[in-house]
Nanobody, 122 residues
């Protein structure tokens, strides 16, 4: 069982930035594909970004392209989401997720963190 722990959320003004982190003690984490998702109040959870197990490929939802960057540090068993130019509509609980590298980049994740709240004020 892969346990994921997110951190780095908070309250920020529109236009601000945060760096979200997702850490695990799973020593084989480098072999997993990783993703970030978010869920706003009253809405379904949506895909935000993903990174391949090798780190060579990244994928983004259209709504965050050019503002968010996903990256990984396999030595630290951590995946990051740098979120810049934040907008009030980015307010949500952000979840990291991991899976064995198969299927689509936006689905099929087996392991989920508990989430970290990001609130963007206007």
């Amino acid at each position: 069982q892969v346990q994921l722990v997110e951190s780095g959320g908070g309250l920020v003004q529109a236009g601000g930035s945060l760096r979200l982190s997702c850490a695990t003690s799973e020593r084989t984490f480098s072999r997993y594909s990783k993703g970030w998702f978010r869920q706003a109040p009253g809405k379904e959870r949506e895909f935000v970004a993903a990174i391949s197990w090798s780190g060579d490929s990244t994928y983004y939802a259209d709504s965050v392209k050019g503002r968010f960057t996903i990256s990984g540090d396999n030595a630290k068993n951590t995946v990051y989401l740098q979120v810049n130019s934040l907008k009030p509509e980015d307010t949500a609980v952000y979840y990291c997720a991991a899976k064995f590298p198969r299927g689509t980049y936006y689905g099929g994740y087996n392991y989920w963190g508990q989430g970290t709240q990001v609130t963007v004020s206007s």
